[in-house]
């Protein structure tokens, strides 16, 4: 098995159409069709996936995130690619070109 290359600031990432989402309460939780796998989303990660309905750039989204929360955005760049390279694994989300 190859390694494959981490998704950076410059990958264009969108959600995976083989995933299905709901609003439950404060949490959107996220189902895989392909593994079945259930997950919840909260506050921050909910709001990445909010942002991932249309293909975005994963500078852009880390610049909206540090804005939204007023947060540095060497924080939010390291947490968005982290969950980011995380949703990738778990085959939530897709690059586009």
Known sequence: MGSKIMIDLETVVVRSGAVLDASVGDETVLMS??????????V?????WDRLATPMRVRDLCAELADAYRAPPETVE????????????????????
């Open 78 to 97: 390291a947490d968005t690619l982290a969950f980011l390279n995380y949703l990738e694994a778990h085959q939530m989300i897709e690059r586009q070109a």
């Open 44 to 48: 921050t990660s909910r709001a990445i």
């Open 33 to 42: 069709m392909e593994t079945g796998t259930y997950y919840a989303l909260k």
